[in-house]
Protein backbone atom coordinates (compact mmCIF):
# COMPACT_ATOMS: atom_id res chain seq x y z
CA UNK A 1 0.00 0.00 0.00
CA UNK A 2 1.19 3.06 -1.17
CA UNK A 3 1.21 6.04 1.38
CA UNK A 4 0.84 9.40 -0.50
CA UNK A 5 1.26 12.66 1.59
CA UNK A 6 -1.40 15.49 0.32
CA UNK A 7 -0.06 19.26 0.79
CA UNK A 8 -1.64 20.93 4.02
CA UNK A 9 -4.44 23.87 3.28
CA UNK A 10 -1.48 26.44 3.90
CA UNK A 11 0.42 24.70 1.34
CA UNK A 12 -2.39 24.51 -1.28
CA UNK A 13 -2.25 28.06 -0.51
CA UNK A 14 1.03 29.06 -1.34
CA UNK A 15 1.28 26.99 -4.94
CA UNK A 16 -2.13 28.54 -5.61
CA UNK A 17 -0.53 31.36 -5.35
CA UNK A 18 2.95 30.70 -7.03
CA UNK A 19 0.56 29.39 -10.06
CA UNK A 20 -1.43 32.57 -10.44
CA UNK A 21 1.45 34.68 -10.22
CA UNK A 22 2.84 32.84 -12.90
CA UNK A 23 0.05 32.76 -15.27
CA UNK A 24 -0.64 36.47 -14.54
CA UNK A 25 2.83 37.79 -15.44
CA UNK A 26 2.83 35.87 -18.52
CA UNK A 27 -0.53 37.27 -19.59
CA UNK A 28 0.95 41.09 -18.54
CA UNK A 29 4.52 41.05 -19.90
CA UNK A 30 4.54 43.88 -21.45
CA UNK A 31 2.66 45.74 -18.31
CA UNK A 32 5.09 44.88 -15.85
CA UNK A 33 8.09 46.07 -18.74
CA UNK A 34 6.55 49.36 -19.07
CA UNK A 35 5.96 49.89 -15.15
CA UNK A 36 9.38 48.73 -14.96
CA UNK A 37 10.70 51.71 -17.36
CA UNK A 38 8.57 54.66 -15.86
CA UNK A 39 10.02 53.09 -12.42
CA UNK A 40 13.57 53.44 -13.92
CA UNK A 41 13.41 56.84 -15.10
CA UNK A 42 11.47 58.46 -11.82
CA UNK A 43 13.95 57.02 -9.37
CA UNK A 44 17.12 54.82 -11.05
CA UNK A 45 19.28 55.43 -8.40
CA UNK A 46 17.20 53.14 -6.26
CA UNK A 47 16.21 50.66 -8.85
CA UNK A 48 19.94 50.00 -9.80
CA UNK A 49 20.21 49.53 -5.91
CA UNK A 50 17.32 46.92 -5.33
CA UNK A 51 18.96 45.07 -8.55
CA UNK A 52 22.25 44.86 -7.13
CA UNK A 53 21.55 43.45 -4.01
CA UNK A 54 18.90 40.98 -5.68
CA UNK A 55 21.36 40.21 -7.44
CA UNK A 56 23.93 39.42 -4.75
CA UNK A 57 21.70 37.96 -2.62
CA UNK A 58 20.55 35.19 -5.28
CA UNK A 59 23.72 34.72 -7.02
CA UNK A 60 23.84 31.15 -6.95
CA UNK A 61 20.28 30.78 -8.61
CA UNK A 62 21.20 33.36 -11.13
CA UNK A 63 24.61 31.22 -12.39
CA UNK A 64 22.56 28.19 -12.39
CA UNK A 65 19.33 29.59 -14.41
CA UNK A 66 22.37 31.52 -17.32
CA UNK A 67 24.09 27.76 -17.20
CA UNK A 68 20.27 26.40 -18.11
CA UNK A 69 19.72 28.70 -20.59
CA UNK A 70 23.16 28.83 -22.38
CA UNK A 71 23.31 24.55 -22.52
CA UNK A 72 19.98 25.44 -23.85
CA UNK A 73 21.03 27.37 -26.75
CA UNK A 74 24.25 27.33 -27.60
CA UNK A 75 23.61 28.16 -31.27
CA UNK A 76 21.29 31.13 -30.83
CA UNK A 77 23.98 32.83 -28.58
CA UNK A 78 26.72 31.81 -30.97
CA UNK A 79 24.79 33.67 -33.90
CA UNK A 80 24.27 36.16 -31.36
CA UNK A 81 27.72 37.18 -30.53
CA UNK A 82 28.98 36.54 -33.77
CA UNK A 83 26.14 39.42 -35.16
CA UNK A 84 27.23 41.39 -32.60
CA UNK A 85 30.73 41.10 -33.22
CA UNK A 86 30.54 41.82 -37.07
CA UNK A 87 28.70 45.01 -36.03
CA UNK A 88 30.75 46.33 -33.51
CA UNK A 89 33.97 45.38 -33.84
CA UNK A 90 35.92 48.02 -33.10
CA UNK A 91 34.26 48.40 -29.74
CA UNK A 92 35.07 44.78 -28.96
CA UNK A 93 38.66 45.12 -29.51
CA UNK A 94 38.69 47.98 -26.97
CA UNK A 95 36.66 46.01 -24.69
CA UNK A 96 38.97 43.73 -25.16
CA UNK A 97 42.17 44.92 -24.13
CA UNK A 98 40.74 47.11 -21.98
CA UNK A 99 40.31 43.96 -19.80
CA UNK A 100 43.16 42.12 -20.45
CA UNK A 101 45.06 45.07 -19.29
CA UNK A 102 43.49 44.85 -15.93
CA UNK A 103 43.32 41.48 -15.51
CA UNK A 104 46.27 40.57 -16.81
CA UNK A 105 47.26 37.09 -14.79
CA UNK A 106 44.67 36.07 -15.01
CA UNK A 107 43.58 36.41 -18.74
CA UNK A 108 47.54 34.74 -19.26
CA UNK A 109 46.44 32.02 -16.94
CA UNK A 110 43.02 31.32 -18.79
CA UNK A 111 44.51 31.97 -22.46
CA UNK A 112 47.16 28.95 -21.36
CA UNK A 113 44.68 26.67 -20.38
CA UNK A 114 42.85 27.69 -23.84
CA UNK A 115 46.34 26.77 -25.98
CA UNK A 116 46.82 23.73 -24.40
CA UNK A 117 43.12 22.60 -24.95
CA UNK A 118 42.89 23.93 -28.25
CA UNK A 119 46.86 23.18 -30.23
CA UNK A 120 45.57 22.63 -33.30
CA UNK A 121 43.25 26.06 -33.70
CA UNK A 122 46.29 27.95 -31.81
CA UNK A 123 48.31 26.72 -34.97
CA UNK A 124 46.04 27.47 -37.72
CA UNK A 125 45.61 31.13 -35.86
CA UNK A 126 49.55 32.04 -35.77
CA UNK A 127 49.71 30.23 -39.55
CA UNK A 128 47.02 33.17 -40.51
CA UNK A 129 48.52 35.87 -38.26
CA UNK A 130 52.01 35.02 -39.69
CA UNK A 131 50.51 35.54 -43.43
CA UNK A 132 48.48 38.30 -43.18
CA UNK A 133 51.06 40.29 -41.41
CA UNK A 134 54.42 38.83 -42.44
CA UNK A 135 56.41 42.60 -43.42
CA UNK A 136 55.33 43.25 -40.04
CA UNK A 137 56.55 40.51 -38.29
CA UNK A 138 59.94 40.68 -40.03
CA UNK A 139 60.34 44.41 -39.57
CA UNK A 140 59.33 44.08 -35.46
CA UNK A 141 62.15 41.20 -34.92
CA UNK A 142 64.30 42.71 -36.80
CA UNK A 143 63.83 45.63 -34.38
CA UNK A 144 64.15 43.14 -31.76
CA UNK A 145 67.22 41.44 -32.57
CA UNK A 146 69.09 44.66 -33.22
CA UNK A 147 68.46 46.08 -29.95
CA UNK A 148 68.97 42.63 -27.73
CA UNK A 149 70.80 40.17 -29.85
CA UNK A 150 72.49 38.47 -26.98
CA UNK A 151 68.28 37.83 -25.70
CA UNK A 152 67.67 36.93 -29.36
CA UNK A 153 70.72 34.20 -29.02
CA UNK A 154 69.69 32.95 -25.52
CA UNK A 155 66.21 32.35 -26.68
CA UNK A 156 67.18 30.37 -29.92
CA UNK A 157 69.83 28.59 -28.12
CA UNK A 158 67.05 27.20 -25.39
CA UNK A 159 64.63 26.54 -28.50
CA UNK A 160 67.36 24.49 -30.38
CA UNK A 161 68.29 22.26 -27.14
CA UNK A 162 64.45 21.67 -25.85
CA UNK A 163 63.52 20.86 -29.78
CA UNK A 164 66.22 18.80 -31.29
CA UNK A 165 64.31 16.84 -33.74
CA UNK A 166 63.17 19.96 -35.10
CA UNK A 167 66.30 21.79 -34.88
CA UNK A 168 67.59 18.37 -37.47
CA UNK A 169 64.85 18.98 -39.46
CA UNK A 170 65.25 22.92 -40.09
CA UNK A 171 68.80 22.51 -40.52
CA UNK A 172 68.15 19.71 -43.67
CA UNK A 173 65.55 21.86 -45.21
CA UNK A 174 68.36 24.70 -45.27
CA UNK A 175 71.01 22.46 -46.32
CA UNK A 176 68.77 21.44 -49.17
CA UNK A 177 67.74 25.32 -50.54
CA UNK A 178 71.28 26.09 -50.38
CA UNK A 179 72.55 23.09 -52.88
CA UNK A 180 69.51 24.04 -54.94
CA UNK A 181 70.56 27.91 -55.51
CA UNK A 182 74.11 27.64 -54.94
CA UNK A 183 76.68 26.20 -57.24
CA UNK A 184 80.03 24.72 -56.50
CA UNK A 185 83.17 25.61 -58.52
CA UNK A 186 86.22 26.03 -55.86
CA UNK A 187 89.47 28.08 -56.14
CA UNK A 188 91.48 25.92 -54.27
CA UNK A 189 91.94 22.57 -52.46
CA UNK A 190 91.03 21.78 -49.02
CA UNK A 191 94.36 21.41 -47.74
CA UNK A 192 93.17 21.30 -43.61
CA UNK A 193 90.94 19.24 -41.97
CA UNK A 194 90.33 22.39 -39.99
CA UNK A 195 89.04 24.38 -43.29
CA UNK A 196 85.77 25.17 -44.70
CA UNK A 197 84.14 26.11 -48.06
CA UNK A 198 82.94 29.83 -48.22
CA UNK A 199 81.34 30.93 -51.25
CA UNK A 200 82.22 33.93 -52.46
CA UNK A 201 79.29 34.87 -54.22
CA UNK A 202 76.34 31.95 -55.79
CA UNK A 203 78.97 29.95 -57.44
CA UNK A 204 82.89 30.28 -56.34
CA UNK A 205 83.94 28.71 -53.17
CA UNK A 206 87.22 29.44 -51.37
CA UNK A 207 88.55 26.97 -48.81
CA UNK A 208 89.79 29.07 -45.69
CA UNK A 209 90.12 28.20 -42.07
CA UNK A 210 87.27 27.60 -39.70
CA UNK A 211 88.04 30.40 -37.62
CA UNK A 212 88.59 33.00 -39.93
CA UNK A 213 85.31 31.87 -41.67
CA UNK A 214 82.93 32.53 -38.28
CA UNK A 215 85.03 35.39 -37.59
CA UNK A 216 82.19 37.43 -39.35
CA UNK A 217 78.77 36.50 -39.37
CA UNK A 218 77.53 36.93 -43.05
CA UNK A 219 74.82 35.59 -45.48
CA UNK A 220 74.51 35.97 -49.49
CA UNK A 221 71.10 38.02 -48.79
CA UNK A 222 73.21 40.56 -47.05
CA UNK A 223 75.76 42.00 -49.25
CA UNK A 224 77.70 44.17 -46.75
CA UNK A 225 78.35 41.59 -44.98
CA UNK A 226 79.66 39.20 -47.65
CA UNK A 227 81.77 42.24 -48.87
CA UNK A 228 83.74 42.19 -45.01
CA UNK A 229 84.28 38.16 -45.30
CA UNK A 230 85.14 38.41 -48.86
CA UNK A 231 87.95 41.01 -48.14
CA UNK A 232 89.27 38.88 -45.48
CA UNK A 233 89.03 35.34 -47.11
CA UNK A 234 90.88 37.17 -50.29
CA UNK A 235 93.71 39.01 -48.15
CA UNK A 236 94.27 35.84 -46.37
CA UNK A 237 94.31 33.44 -49.80
CA UNK A 238 96.96 35.88 -51.10
CA UNK A 239 99.09 35.37 -48.34
CA UNK A 240 98.60 32.10 -47.88
CA UNK A 241 99.62 31.31 -51.05
CA UNK A 242 102.19 33.99 -51.77
CA UNK A 243 100.77 35.84 -54.52
CA UNK A 244 102.05 39.13 -53.60
Known sequence: MVLLLYPSPEEMKKIAKRISERIWKKANRERIREYGRKRYKSNPKKVLEENRKWRKSNSEHIKEKNKEYNEKNKEKIKEINKRYYQVN???VKEDQKRYRETN??????????WEQANPDK????????REKNYE????RERTQREANPERKKEILN????????RRKEIFKKCIAKREREMGFIPLNDCDSDGWVGHHLDKEYVLYIPKELHTSVPHAQKNQESM??????AINWYINYYGLI
Do not use: C, M, T
Not at 136 to 139: M, R, S
Open 89 to 91: IGK
Open 104 to 113: HQKWKEYYRK
Open 122 to 129: VKENRRRY
Open 136 to 139: EILK
Open 158 to 165: KWLQANPE
Open 227 to 232: DKINDI
